[in-house]
C-alpha cells in the first residue's frame, strides 16, 4: 500500500564556516535560494515512491543562514510513500505509516538524523513535524 502526502521539510544543523558578525543583533539571519551555495547532508526518503518539489512561480524552498552558523533549510515536497500494510483484524485493524529518512552516503559515524521536538504519530492535528539534522 501507498499513502500521498505534501509536506514542508525542515532540516537544520551548524556549519561553524559560516558564523558571521551581526552586527549588534542588527542581523537576524541571511536567506538564499540557492541550495547549491552551502552544504548540504544528501537526505532522501527511504520509502519514497514518488516524489516531487514544487516550483510554481519560482522553487519553493530557503536556506537561512544564523550568525552562529546555524543553517535552516526549508522546502516545499510531494511524495508518495510505501506503507506495509497489516491487515490482519481488517475490518477493525488501525495502520500506522512512517516517513523514514536517511543519509545516502554519509554514516552515523559522521550525521545523525533526530527529531527537533518529540512527534507523534499524525493525528490530523499537528502540522509541525521539523527534522534536525546534526553532524558529529
Known amino acids: 500500500m501507498e499513502f500521498s ?18 552586527q549588534k ?20 526518503f527511504r520509502n519514497e515512491k514518488d516524489g516531487k518539489f514544487h516550483n510554481i512561480i519560482q522553487p519553493n524552498l530557503y536556506v537561512r543562514v544564523y550568525p552562529n552558523g546555524d543553517v535552516l533549510y526549508s522546502i516545499r515536497v510531494s511524495l508518495t510513500l510505501s506503507c506495509p500494510m497489516d491487515l490482519e483484524l481488517f475490518p477493525l485493524d ?14 552515523t559515524k559522521d550525521l545523525v538524523y533526530s527529531w527537533k521536538k518529540k512527534a507523534k504519530a499524525y493525528d490530523g ?3 509541525d ?5 546534526t553532524i558529529e
Open 5 to 22: 502526502v505534501q509536506i514542508t521539510f525542515r532540516q537544520q544543523w551548524n556549519d561553524n564556516r559560516l558564523e558571521f558578525n551581526d
Open 129 to 133: 513535524y521539523n527534522l534536525q539534522s
Open 25 to 44: 543583533g542588527k542581523i537576524k539571519y541571511l536567506t538564499m535560494t540557492e541550495r547549491s551555495k552551502v552544504w548540504m547532508p544528501d537526505t532522501f
Open 94 to 107: 488501525t495502520q500506522t505509516c512512517h516517513l523514514k529518512v536517511a543519509s545516502y552516503g554519509w554514516t
Open 125 to 127: 492535528t499537528k502540522r
